[in-house]
């Protein structure tokens, strides 16, 4: 490396698992290469599954353009590639592509649905639907690979994106990130930490560990990888991802500045989560029938749906509880507004954007310590922290706050701070943007 590029060359901390923390410099130059394409599915896979050093792709009837030198005011193209249609990921895209988009690049997006298409096309950016059915819906993903051209950055926000339009990223010169917002259900361990011992079917988990995990590996090695929290960057290091390639970048949200109501009566308890086995809302339920008899009265509201959503409801009933299940709602983070106290007892977890939104307008949290909760809930002073799988303790903790509206409220205030100073969007942008640029400027 030439000492002008070393000067210029970003900042890099460390962590324990290996990856690292990137802080920019503002002032960072970079050279874009561009490509021509790939025009069979053969040597787009080649091509991706190489050992990632080499930035050069086999091209068919066409030649590498000339090395361009441009500063950073110069915009870099990127196309953001979801097949999501709710869900953490798809909120976390909808803050971060604006806000990468007004720190100075150009963006476009490719959705799971019209109705995500058009939610982005209402906050201004270019975008349209590119459903993908499977991880194996080769078909349609050879559709998405011409609206791909152009782009130095192909960012996919989920395995379907990442396994179908990976190595199309690569086939058409641009560089590849991915942003691995959690594990499939199947690796979530009991103790609430990512742990590589599948809970599904044997020949499924054995795919998922073995196969799934290794495939995305691989992938990896063509660009970078984004995680929200450091407990799944130290997961992902110790099952075959390359550490230089991971980068820690916490999940950030629109702040809208709110102020708290008054307590509600009874105290209104509010979960937002997919209805599945690892959100352990079945424990939740097994914590609100032991809290009849430890709390005043309260009132649950869930959002969200899943396969366990009848199996809930009937214990719900069975319990004889006050609980209202709304089902999957747009715009969920004005319905906090009607709570007291917000809780997710999960089995395990990244760093849920749900949290974020219930911090950012003064909730108190009651959560689950393990995976990324931990990195963001401070225990005792922004919420309660208690072990997953332990409906006693839940109840406990919840018990001491619906108890207790004046620590509530400060736990509420340091919450608010708390987004305030570390998880505003508009400083996401500019880190994301940092990062897309050390990337076009690096040469592996």
Not at 233 to 258: C, E, N, T
Request: charge should be positive.
């Amino acid at each position: 490396m030439r000492r002008d590029e070393l000067e210029k060359a970003p900042q890099r901390h460390a962590t324990a698992s290996g990856a690292t923390v990137v802080r920019h410099r503002r002032d960072c130059k970079h050279d874009c290469r561009r490509h021509g394409s790939v025009d069979t599915l053969g040597a787009v896979l080649r091509a991706a599954l190489g050992d990632g050093r080499d930035r050069h792709v086999p091209v068919a009837g066409g030649e590498d353009e000339t090395r361009r030198r441009s500063c950073r005011r110069c915009s870099v193209r990127v196309v953001y590639v979801s097949t999501l249609t709710e869900g953490g990921p798809v909120s976390h895209l909808l803050n971060l592509a604006p806000a990468v988009a007004h720190a100075g690049a150009s963006v476009r997006l490719l959705c799971g649905n019209r109705e995500i298409a058009t939610r982005a096309r209402n906050l201004g950016l270019d975008a349209g639907a590119a459903p993908l059915r499977s991880k194996t819906d080769v078909a349609r993903a050879a559709q998405l690979w011409p609206r791909l051209r152009g782009a130095e950055i192909v960012h996919t926000h989920d395995r379907r994106a990442l396994l179908l339009c990976g190595a199309a990223a690569r086939a058409v010169g641009a560089r590849l990130v991915h942003t691995y917002h959690g594990l499939p259900d199947e690796l979530v361990g009991l103790p609430g930490r990512p742990q590589a011992r599948p809970s599904g079917p044997r020949l499924r988990g054995a795919w998922l560990l073995h196969g799934h995990l290794r495939v995305e590996a691989l992938l990896a090695r063509l660009g970078a990888l984004v995680v929200p929290s450091h407990a799944i960057a130290g997961f992902l290091a110790a099952h075959g991802f390359p550490p230089r390639r991971i980068h820690v970048l916490p999940s950030r949200i629109d702040i809208r500045r709110w102020e708290p109501g008054p307590p509600h009566r009874p105290v209104r308890l509010v979960a937002v989560a997919r209805l599945e086995r690892h959100k352990g809302m079945d424990v939740l339920v097994e914590a609100c029938a032991r809290l009849v008899k430890q709390a005043p009265p309260t009132h649950l509201d869930v959002y969200g749906d899943g396969s366990l959503r009848a199996d809930l409801e009937r214990r719900v009933t069975m319990h004889r509880l006050d609980a209202t299940f709304h089902g999957h709602v747009p715009g969920v983070r004005d319905r906090l507004l009607e709570a007291d106290l917000f809780v997710l007892p999960s089995r395990g977890e990244n760093l849920p954007i749900t949290i974020l939104e219930a911090m950012a307008i003064g909730l108190p949290v009651v959560a689950t310590r393990g995976g990324g909760i931990a990195e963001l809930v401070q225990d005792g002073v922004t919420g309660l922290l208690v072990e997953p799988d332990h409906p006693n303790g839940l109840a406990d903790a919840l018990a001491v706050l619906i108890g207790d509206p004046e620590r509530r409220a400060a736990m509420g205030r340091a919450a608010v701070r708390c987004i305030t100073d570390r998880f505003d969007v508009t400083e996401a942008g500019t880190e994301m943007l940092d990062l897309y640029r050390q990337l076009c400027a690096s040469s592996t």
